[in-house]
């Protein structure tokens, strides 16, 4: 046993003699946390069930905790959250394992969302990378950072499906397919808790929102979701199982109603899914105040919803102190049993000694560790390749880019220069003042010339920026008047060779409570990007945001496009990678782009109607539209590359698969471009026939190969009866005999395609 405080070593010797903590597997755990409720009191119990915020951090709520030291003496805190840095976490952990009776240590958790204080680009971003390895070691060096810095627990990753950008939060996830969520969902998984859930350099992850988030009406935030148990099982449910198999220490439930319960009171939902069906094995904390939200849900008043919340499944109650108040008195009147108390204590118990707290309530407390690690030149190198890789090439125009390090660049736009922006949102803990801006970077490039104009705000609609800077200032006006600003771009402009154009949202247009119900760019851009083309000259628009956007009439403008989203703290310098062919962009967008508001949503996985319109022009009396076409601006997949790669013929080994089999599909690509460069090869799955009607392809494999130029490869693809399989109507997985049709290309509206037969 390693050398503990005093405060804590008498409690633990208790326990010494029958050597617990060198006991393997989950005997040592259960003997330890059985024999510690054993002296807990009911109080003690119950406030393990607590996990409360001081206040300082960001706030996703109204209610911050108070009298919090106090409930810590007192045995009543579980966890804390909002509390950064070793010596404050070290001050909070001494206080519970030194003035409460039982000195049992807390656990301490943040929103580290997309890396910790060195900030990655936003987990969309990410997700078009495609790439598991870099998905997965991202996480890896997030928690190693925070971990440095004295945390254990993040409440991450998110990995609701969402097919509705003006859904604030497509920010937080992986877009709109579930294999490709699934993938990375469980890549996020072990990235942040590695191997050993106890070693001081791991963190026990938190999949969210369970469940069906994404799928809020109307993309309005904390809205209600409704949906068939076929469509929650075959769509939306496939990441947070992922991430179950994958091992995760626990889950967050969602604000919106499943089959007219809220998640946080479902049962179904808690226990007979999430813990029979899938074997969870973890805890589940609420989401912040989510049992006291269920008052207003019209589900009863605080006691009542607590009761439900715990009768479901619920173990943490975030904020809201509903279970700390309310459980003794519902206990005394028969509505909940102490075996509901004591499981839920139990598990967060158990989550504790998994992560080694009880042996060591500060082994996440290493001051050097910290001094070293937080923000070193490893992250801000990783950070800097992440946004690199996640960038997608959306248009290039007689191949404009990669640009030449030579001439003058004209480096326009409200977020050419700016710092508050990188980041994105949900950067809790990092500091936006640290991240390189464009213009900085620009202006280091030798041989280039670089003029800066502001061009337009963000946007002139101040009860918008309003809203926008209300963690500070994101939406900034000026200096001048908006025709100021557009006349001294315009001088800018007609002085170089090509114009870069930075432009997008503010960070805070996009997250949590940032629906909106308008995606476009504001008018003021729009008005700056109409003007910069009148000029005649070259235009890179380079686009930040933290969705899709509907921009038909800006992606016509411009010769080449560069979706940027919101990169992170090296914003600045892996842009001036991509801009000079440093790096080949190689991200395919994980989430299809409308063409405007009435399109949505719009997915690649939408099943034909009765009356599908065929390719081409419109037809009256089909499934479509007068005023635009049914496909989106860009495709779920697509991505160009500074170079070009050319498919041969799909090819299948055999006509017919029988179970037990495996059919192995090929294609061979070629680098025929003038460039090294990445491709994401997709294969999808068709079932013309089913006993459920199936969506017109389902992405069931990728592969991110790289290629230098004049480089062949022969991609081979297993194709077994599990990528055939659906749910039927009897929430069954089966995969039915039939006709099947491979397809492969570089997205899912650019596929070759061969059939086969399933005997059977």
Not at 226 to 239: A, G, Q, T, W
Not at 508 to 527: H, M, V, Y
Not at 673 to 702: C, N
Request: aromatic residues 8%.
């Amino acid at each position: 046993m390693i050398l503990l405080k005093k405060a804590t070593l008498a409690f633990l010797l208790l326990f010494a003699v029958s050597g617990l903590f060198a006991q393997n597997g989950s005997s040592g755990m259960t003997v330890y946390v059985g024999y510690l409720m054993k002296r807990m009191t009911l109080e003690e119990k119950i406030g393990q069930l607590n996990l409360l915020t001081p206040g300082g951090g960001v706030a996703t709520g109204a209610v911050v905790s108070s009298d919090v030291e106090s409930k810590i003496r007192r045995g009543q805190v579980g966890g804390l959250f909002g509390v950064i840095g070793v010596d404050k976490i070290r001050q909070a952990q001494t206080l519970a394992v030194t003035g409460s009776r039982l000195k049992i240590p807390l656990l301490f958790g943040s929103d580290i969302i997309h890396g910790y204080k060195t900030t990655w680009p936003i987990p969309l971003a990410l997700s078009c990378s495609w790439d598991t390895a870099l998905v997965e070691e991202s996480a890896r060096m997030a928690a190693d950072e925070a971990t440095a810095d004295g945390l254990s627990w993040a409440f991450s990753p998110m990995v609701d499906i969402a097919r509705d950008p003006r859904w604030g939060r497509v920010a937080e996830g992986a877009g709109e397919d579930p294999f490709l969520g699934s993938q990375l969902s469980a890549a996020m998984v072990r990235g942040y808790q590695g191997k050993d859930l106890s070693a001081d350099n791991t963190l026990m992850a938190c999949v969210k929102h369970f469940a069906l988030y994404g799928a809020a009406e109307g993309g309005r935030d904390y809205n209600t979701t409704d949906m068939s148990r076929v469509k929650m099982y075959e769509y939306y449910l496939p990441p947070y199982k992922a991430a179950v198999d994958a091992g995760v220490g626990s889950v967050m439930s969602s604000f919106n109603e499943i089959d007219g319960i809220p998640a946080t009171a479902n049962r179904w939902l808690m226990t007979d899914l999430l813990r029979r069906q899938w074997g969870f094995k973890g805890f589940v904390v609420t989401d912040y105040t989510a049992i006291n939200e269920m008052i207003e849900h019209g589900m009863g008043d605080l006691q009542e919803v607590s009761r439900l919340a715990l009768k479901a499944g619920i173990d943490m109650d975030m904020v809201g102190e509903g279970f700390l108040t309310t459980l003794q008195k519902s206990l005394k009147e028969g509505k909940v049993t102490l075996a509901d108390i004591d499981a839920a204590c139990r598990r967060v118990l158990e989550a504790k000694y998994k992560l080694g707290l009880f042996e060591d309530p500060f082994r996440y407390c290493n001051a050097d560790r910290a001094r070293r690690t937080v923000q070193n030149a490893a992250m801000r190198a990783a950070a800097r390749r992440y946004a690199a890789r996640s960038a997608v090439l959306l248009k290039n125009d007689r191949n404009l880019l990669p640009l030449q390090a030579r001439g003058t660049i004209a480096l326009i736009g409200p977020l050419a220069n700016n710092r508050s922006n990188m980041l994105g949102t949900w950067a809790v803990s990092g500091d936006a003042q640290t991240s390189v801006p464009i213009y900085e970077a620009l202006r280091r490039e030798s041989g280039v010339n670089v003029l800066y104009a502001k061009g337009a705000n963000i946007t002139d609609d101040t009860a918008l920026a309003k809203r926008a800077n209300v963690f500070g200032e994101r939406v900034d006006r000026g200096p001048g008047t908006s025709k100021q600003l557009l006349d001294s771009a315009l001088a800018v402009a007609q002085a170089a060779d090509v114009i870069v154009a930075v432009l997008g949202e503010a960070s805070e247009f996009t997250g949590e409570a940032a629906s909106r119900s308008d995606i476009g760019l504001p008018a003021s851009q729009q008005a700056l990007l109409t003007a910069l083309k009148a000029t005649g000259k070259p235009i890179v628009v380079v686009l930040m945001s933290g969705r899709p956007l509907t921009i038909e009439n800006e992606a016509r403008q411009a010769d080449a496009l560069l979706q940027y989203w919101f990169p992170g703290h090296e914003a600045g310098n892996a842009l001036a990678d991509l801009l000079f062919g440093r790096y080949n962009p190689s991200g395919r967008l994980s989430m299809s782009w409308p063409r405007n508001v009435g399109q949505i949503p719009v997915y690649y996985n939408h099943k034909n109607t009765g009356r599908p319109q065929p390719a081409g022009e419109g037809q009256k009396f089909r499934s479509n539209y007068l005023d635009v076409s049914n496909d989106p601006l860009f495709a779920f997949g697509y991505g160009l590359s500074y170079t070009q790669f050319t498919y041969g013929p799909l090819t299948l080994d055999k006509t017919h698969l029988r179970r037990g089999e495996t059919l192995m599909a090929s294609v061979t690509v070629t680098n025929s471009g003038a460039y090294d460069g990445e491709e994401v090869v997709q294969l999808y799955i068709a079932d013309p026939v089913a006993s459920v009607t199936q969506p017109v392809r389902k992405l069931k494999a990728f592969r991110k190969v790289n290629l230098r130029k004049g480089e062949r490869r022969t991609i081979r693809f297993p194709v077994t009866v599990n990528e055939l399989s659906f749910y039927n109507s009897a929430l069954q997985w089966v995969a039915e005999p039939g006709e099947f049709r491979v397809q492969v290309g570089p997205s899912s509206d650019r596929t070759q395609s061969v059939s086969f037969v399933l005997d059977k």
